[in-house]
């Protein structure tokens, strides 16, 4: 069965997904960032911190998949059903 | 002059078709749908982004781009946000794609919540949102015909060029042909028009550095949102790029491409690295624009603008922009012929007659297509200022469809009443307020597809408190839970896929 850290692991990315997007777009937030100063690496203020929140949640994806790489979750076999008029049989 | 231009999209054509010659014919409708789910995640990677950039992108968005700066970089974001559902939505779709033999977005759909109603207006939704974007994308390759051969080629030959080959492909080889072309064509428009960015930016800036410090004196909203000439409120911001995430990987042209994966890793590994891919092409472009603000010429006709700077830039320039417009588009086009083709002939033609060979399948799907192509050309010779206008407001509709997939993915008790009802409901209400346009869209900012998503997901959410899980549901969450656990040799007796369903 999907165990419960798998669950577990789904629901804490999923919430830091969430708030990263919050805070990349929500009114409030991104309207602290929505600003030219600081230059940052060379980019107006706004446009840095659109690059790092688009950072973050592709750090957060690589960090993701590595953790289910550690859980075997990447390599699932899936066995193949036909159906038939006993209503399937494996192929 | 014109000789160069035509010569490099002519070559573009053929090296395609070189790269593609094997993967012509196709031996069962699996293999037209899927290519027997056998591509890797390089394939699957580029193959996305091929179908997702549009052609369009280098005039509609340049439009965008270049009036109103930092705003357009909301395609970097939502790109992120669409990735992450890719990766979210990607082990269910594997696993009941290959468990069930699902080819389609709205065969899973008809699956999951058992329902040919489903299927069946799932993949009508998935039609009828796309062919808007179909009809801008097969004029912009007749416009760029056009522009290249200095009017030699009128429009309309070209968007016949352009379609009989992309016909030919896709009719030939279904997905096999189309992730394929999709690679190659992937790799041209993203490391081409990168490259072309940059060159634009050193040409008439003198480089990125030099932009941003011109940019930052002479036109500073250019920097932040919203830009210069207009005042929406945030929520504006918000709701593009919202809307646009959770809907962007709805299309079924980008959806269908889960089941060409031949693992569960391909697909998560290209969902890791698109948007990074896709955050660096586009930002390289939205910057280009904005730095040329600050030409004249190119704030005259700002859609034109990037085809402009190219023809001043000469021949090569302009051959390589007209390269890289064409691969956008046809990898768009081919993509979205496929999938409405598959639609055709199996979530429409099978439902409503369900003894069709595999044969007669793939006939369909491939007179579907030639159907499409003659369709689109007529629709492509009419007045498209209202294509244009359609093609940008079809993410209200086509976003209705993430809670009928994540519900149906992550909750069992979603169930076919309330994605029925919710996708109608939902959907009704986004267009009405989009075409009437009451005066709290303009000053609240928030979209009216974020209204019809709240409405859709709250009945959803109703309708699945209103009664229990059916046994299919719960079966079906207990044998998905057995592949994760890699317990699948303990199965019981199989589902009945939808074919032997009676609703």
């Known amino acids: 069965m999907e165990n419960a850290a798998s669950r577990k692991k789904n629901i804490g990315f999923f919430i830091y997904y969430t708030l990263v997007i919050i805070f990349m777009t929500f009114p409030g937030v991104f309207d602290l960032a929505n600003k030219i100063d600081p230059w940052v690496l060379g980019l107006p203020f706004s446009a840095f911190y659109l690059f790092l929140c688009v950072s973050l949640l592709f750090l957060g994806l690589i960090f993701q998949y590595r953790i289910e790489d550690k859980l075997g979750e990447l390599d699932i076999e899936v066995e193949i059903f036909e159906n038939d008029e006993n209503g399937g049989k494996a192929k | ?503």
């Open chain 2, 1 to 503: 002059m014109i000789l160069i231009p035509l010569s490099m999209i002519f070559l573009f054509f053929v090296v395609m078709l070189v790269i593609i010659r094997k993967q012509l014919g196709v031996s069962s409708f699996e293999e037209y749908a899927t290519a027997s789910r056998s591509f890797g995640f390089f394939a699957i990677t580029f193959s996305v982004l091929a179908t997702w950039c549009v052609g369009a992108m280098y005039t509609a968005w340049a439009g965008m781009a270049i009036t109103y700066g930092f705003t357009a970089l909301y395609c970097v974001a939502y790109a992120a946000i669409t990735m992450i559902i890719m990766y979210f939505v990607a082990p269910k779709t594997y696993i009941w794609g290959k468990k069930y033999g699902i080819t389609t977005q709205s065969e899973l759909l008809g699956f999951r919540y058992q329902s040919k109603t489903v299927r069946v207006l799932t993949g009508i939704w998935g039609i009828v949102f796309t062919i808007p974007w179909l009809i801008v994308e097969i004029v912009t390759q007749g416009y760029v015909f056009e522009y290249a051969s200095d009017g030699t080629i009128s429009q309309f030959w070209g968007m016949v060029l352009g379609l009989a080959v992309i016909t030919l492909f896709v009719s030939l080889g279904g997905m096999k042909s189309v992730i394929s072309a999709n690679v190659f064509q992937g790799i041209v428009l993203i490391f081409g028009s990168t490259a072309l960015m940059v060159y634009f930016v050193y040409k008439f800036v003198g480089g990125f550095g030099a932009g941003f410090e011109m940019a930052s004196t002479q036109f500073p909203d250019m920097l932040t949102f919203p830009g210069p000439g207009w005042d929406p409120p945030t929520p504006y911001w918000t709701s593009i790029v919202i809307l646009s995430g959770l809907g962007g990987f709805m299309w079924p042209w980008a959806y269908n491409k889960l089941f060409a994966g031949d693992s569960l890793r391909s697909i998560k590994v290209s969902a890791l690295l698109s948007p990074i891919i896709y955050a660096i092409f586009f930002s390289s472009f939205v910057f280009t624009a904005i730095f040329l603000h600050s030409q004249e010429q190119v704030l005259a006709d700002v859609q034109g603008a990037f085809l402009y700077v190219a023809k001043e830039s000469g021949p090569f320039a302009l051959g390589m922009l007209g390269v890289i417009i064409m691969a956008n588009s046809v990898g768009t086009v081919s993509g979205i012929m496929q999938a409405i083709s598959t639609t055709v002939s199996r979530d429409i033609a099978q439902v409503l007659k369900s003894n069709i060979s595999d044969k007669k399948a793939i006939n369909i799907a491939r007179i579907s297509v030639v159907i499409i192509s003659i369709l689109s050309l007529f629709f492509g010779t009419l007045d498209l200022g209202l294509m244009v206008f359609l093609a940008l407001f079809t993410y209200d509709g086509i976003t209705l469809l993430f809670p009928v997939v994540a519900l149906g993915l992550f909750w069992k008790r979603a169930n076919k009443e309330g994605a029925i009802t919710g996708l109608i409901a939902g959907t009704a209400l986004s267009m009405f307020l989009r075409f009437f346009n009451p005066s709290f869209i303009d000053s609240l900012g928030w979209q009216p597809g974020v209204y019809g998503l709240i409405l859709s997901i709250l009945i959803m959410v109703v309708a699945g408190y209103a009664k229990s899980p059916s046994i299919f549901d719960e079966k079906l969450w207990k044998e998905t839970n057995e592949v994760f656990g890699k317990n699948s040799s303990n199965l019981t007796k199989p589902l009945a896929k939808l074919d032997n369903v009676v609703e």
